[in-house]
């Protein structure tokens, strides 16, 4: 299963980034070949509609599951209708390789 982990960088010691459509990176982790791909952000800098097209990149990418900080009522609504669930992380100071740890635990 893929899960999409918004960051502050493309390293795994860079922190979790708390706004959803306007990261820096998406990580895109892998529970079953443990492999990581970081995707720097295109839409983070958009006047509007960040979030939404942010939520098309990670569904694009085969995520099932969204770790992040914050997520807007659009997104959320999105979200719920691509089946993807959203799991929020209020500790933006968590490393991305703690998160990818706290993910394998739980699998």
Do not use: W
């Not at 959803?20 to 006047?47: A, L, M, W």
Request: charged share 25%.
């Amino acid at each position: 299963m893929k899960v999409a982990i918004t960051s502050t960088g493309n390293s795994p010691d860079a922190k979790l980034d708390s706004r959803f459509g306007r990261c820096s990176y998406f990580v895109v982790y892998d529970t079953e070949s443990h492999s990581t791909e970081f995707i720097p952000n295109p839409n983070k800098d958009n006047v509007e509609g960040a979030g939404p097209a942010s939520a098309q990149l990670v569904a694009s990418k085969g995520a099932r599951k969204v770790v992040s900080g914050e997520f807007g009522a659009k997104v959320k609504s999105l979200f719920d209708s691509l089946q993807i669930q959203l799991i929020v992380i209020h500790e933006s100071e968590k490393k991305i390789s703690e998160i990818i740890e706290l993910i394998n635990t739980k699998n």
